[in-house]
């Protein structure tokens, strides 16, 4: 963590550790400003974890003529991609026409709008599918006959949210988890921020300065801005929740599918941690607190029987290994159904009477991150010297994402190569983790015994340590469900005993060597 004089100033506050709080933070640090984050818990610990982990265009959106938003998505397709190649790879999706739904004509429309409206270079373009023949239509119902094939990209969501705070921090952000805003002033210049450290469970107390402020908190961005900060906004954020089921492994190849329903939306099955399938998502307004939020049993059963209308076997709630859900903060522009609700962003500015800014983010989407942060800059632009550089974070790699698209396999030897006693499943995970940066974790190890206790599936004590040094783990679930998805893997017991080592690794060393 950057330490500063009690009587420093920061350029930049950021409330908000989701993709878009770290995207504003790395983009801002990497400008030459002094900023700092706070986020309450961990890192994408709500509704940046639980995406349909897909960077992509959103071919339903032309639906609605959201052209602006889908073209500035499919451009940043390929940008992520070579930014972080270890955790963003290439998809093909496989839409089955659907007798009865959109006709064909208007599907091949929207799909040639799809492969010309974004600068696509390398990902492959839209074809047409036998069913009959092609590998696809073996796990689909008899019927379907006809389908399109299309690229998109998938995307581990929650560590392209860690890899933006690293690379801030690494930038020289002062980047504070567990650590929640309780109250922020505006004085003649600055922002006067009172946190807390601990987050919800409190802890010391402390009061920072910032010029500028930035409410990035998500489905909190109205609270933020009623009990924190303590503004009417006349913006307004629509809470939707998205949720997803995983089942073991629904059909042996490597290609998602997206299918319609006859309540006009879609979901997908996208194959998942090589073993599963995930399937998703829902879309109703929330109106519950965040964090409480939590896949109910009627969306268990939607997903369920959505997917089956298509799948030969039928998918029924017992084969549901496990679910998660998300609130999607957005902006509420007066659609009748949460499906409709625009998934484009709002970033409102507010400096009346010569008062320091603030800016508050409404809606986005994991694919528009990056871009996001650069308008946030440009908005903050006028108000921060500090921000005059030109934007930098296109083309940039995230931490361990310096290798080309398409040489991870390269990147695996050279693990390899290194350290010859690993085993090309382990050396496979943690490129797909960390990419060029699992020499670090390996770094000074000779042998097997070297990584240290195994916790379960292949989670090493020194991928634990590693992950607790660098990227700011603390607890089990940190490590199970956001910097990986082993959570799939490890029992109850095991998770226990991971707990257990990583709560003895957090007390002081004297108390440990005490015992």
């Known amino acids: 963590m950057t330490t500063r004089a009690l009587d420093s100033i920061y350029d930049l506050a950021v409330i908000g550790g989701g993709v878009n709080g770290c995207g504003i933070a790395r983009d801002a640090a990497g400008r030459g400003a002094s900023v700092v984050l706070f986020e309450q818990g961990d890192f994408a610990g709500a509704t940046s974890s639980a995406s349909t982990k897909l960077i992509h265009g959103g071919l339903r959106y032309l639906e609605h003529y959201e052209f602006r938003l889908v073209r500035e998505a499919l451009m940043e397709r390929e940008v992520l991609w070579a930014m972080a190649p270890h955790i963003i790879r290439p998809l093909r999706f496989v839409l089955p026409h659907h007798d009865g739904l959109r006709p064909a004509w208007l599907l091949r429309l929207g799909l040639f709008l799809y492969d010309h409206l974004g ?3 390398l990902l492959p373009a839209t074809r047409t599918l036998d069913l009959t023949r092609d590998e696809a239509g073996k796990p689909l119902r008899a019927g379907y006959t006809r389908g399109f094939e299309y690229s998109d990209c998938w995307v581990e969501d929650s560590r392209l949210v860690v890899l933006n705070a690293l690379d801030a921090a690494e930038r020289g952000a002062d980047i504070r988890p567990r650590c929640r805003v309780v109250s922020a002033e505006q004085a003649a210049d600055h922002w006067r921020i009172e946190v807390q450290e601990g987050g919800e469970e409190g802890g010391a107390r402390e009061t920072i300065r910032a010029r500028v402020l930035v409410n990035a908190a998500g489905p909190w961005v109205h609270q933020v801005l009623a009990q924190v900060v303590r503004v009417n906004s006349p913006a307004n954020v629509r809470l939707v929740q998205g949720s997803h089921i995983v089942v073991r492994k629904l059909y042996d190849h490597d290609r998602a599918y997206i299918f319609q329903n006859a309540d ?5 099955a996208i194959p998942y941690e090589r073993d599963f399938t995930l399937i998703g998502t829902t879309d109703r307004d929330y109106k519950g607190a965040p964090h409480e939020v939590k896949a109910s049993d009627e969306e268990i ?49 507010e400096n009346g009477d010569g ?3 603030l800016l508050s983010v409404f809606g986005g989407k994991i694919t528009t991150y990056r871009r996001l942060a650069e308008h946030a800059i440009e908005k903050l632009g006028p108000h921060l010297a500090a921000l005059a550089k030109p934007s930098w974070t296109r083309g940039a790699p995230l931490p361990g994402g310096d290798f080309a698209v398409k040489d991870q396999p390269r990147v695996v030897a050279q693990i ?3 350290h010859p006693w690993i085993d090309e499943a382990l050396a496979g995970r943690l490129v797909r983790a960390y990419g060029t940066r699992a020499l670090r974790l390996l770094d000074g190890m000779r042998s097997c015994a070297d990584l240290g206790r195994v916790f379960g599936a292949d989670l090493t004590e020194a991928e634990v340590r590693y992950l607790m040094r660098e990227e700011w783990a603390r607890s089990a679930a940190d490590v199970l469900w956001r910097r990986s998805k082993l959570g799939l893997r490890l029992s109850a017991d095991e998770a226990a005993a991971l707990d257990a080592f990583m709560i003895d690794e957090q007390r002081p060393a004297a108390r440990r060597a005490a015992q």
């Open 355 to 357: 008062k320091p800014p």
């Open 119 to 121: 600068g696509r270079r």
């Open 264 to 268: 006009g939306r879609i979901i997908f």
């Open 301 to 349: 059963a939607y997903l369920c029987a959505a997917a089956s209308e298509y799948f030969k076997a039928p998918v029924t709630p017992d084969q549901v290994v496990w679910t998660y859900s998300g609130v999607r903060p957005l902006y509420d522009d007066g659609a009748s159904k949460a499906q409709e609700a625009t998934r484009d962003y709002v970033l409102e500015l």
């Open 416 to 418: 390899r190569r290194a």
